[in-house]
T-cell receptor
């Protein structure tokens, strides 16, 4: 069964600090891995998309890494801001299956001043 | 360009009532999806469509029906609502030109079934 597991479930960090979120997956056939940011009461918004051949991708203060061999990804947030408070969702795509996306449960990040 | 819109934003139903959720996108996307999101769980795929006139079952299709009569609209129907269908429903769309296309989500519909 295709699964995406994220850790931790939640974390609290102080404004200005860095943090790293983890994602492990067992989706097959793998097409790409996406990180989304979901603000409370809103739909998810894409942060990064990485294919099998990409090891890292950045979007501003967000940097995602992918190790396709170990089926692990991480999302690093640098110099956190209050607006980074949100849920971060790891999603793995199986394009061959109609681009079905398997979603992780998310990591809820709270940035405190 | 409004992106993906959902109607309504909130709804309260009694058990056994029916309703239809409307998703509309103005980006000429081929693929459209309906998900539900429950507390502590990832988004789960209910139904999806790879083009006008086509629909397919996702991970949790029971109790729901869908229709894609027009390319820009994807309807999700609940024929006889049950409390287990209390959830937040998200619609999404994507082009099919490449597998790394961005998937765009609507703002969600919060449904409560009493």
């Amino acid at each position: 069964k295709n699964q995406v597991e994220q850790s931790p479930q939640s974390l609290i960090i102080l404004e200005g600090k860095n943090c790293t979120l983890q994602c492990n997956y067992t989706v097959s056939p793998f097409s790409n891995l996406r990180w989304y940011k979901q603000d409370t009461g809103r739909g998810p918004v894409s942060l990064t998309i990485m294919t099998f051949s990409e090891n890292t991708k950045s979007n501003g203060r967000y940097t995602a890494t992918l190790d396709a061999d170990t089926k692990q990804s991480s999302l690093h947030i640098t110099a956190s801001q209050l607006s980074d408070s949100a849920s971060y969702i790891c999603v793995v795509s199986a394009w061959a299956a109609g681009n079905k996306l398997t979603f992780g449960g998310g990591t809820r990040v709270l940035v405190k001043p | 360009n409004a992106g993906v819109t959902q109607t309504p934003k909130f709804r309260v139903l009694k058990t056994g009532q029916s309703m239809t959720l409307l998703c509309a996108q103005d980006m000429n996307h081929e693929y459209m999806y309906w998900y539900r999101q429950d507390p502590g769980m990832g988004l789960r795929l209910i139904h999806y469509s790879v083009g006008e006139g086509t629909t397919a079952k996702g991970e949790v299709p029971d109790g729901y029906n869908v229709s894609r009569l027009k390319k820009q609209n994807f309807l999700l129907g609940l024929e006889s609502a049950a409390p287990s269908q209390t959830s937040v429903y998200f619609c999404a769309s994507i082009t099919r030109t490449t597998s790394t296309d961005t998937q765009y989500f609507g703002p969600g519909t919060r449904l409560t079934v009493l």
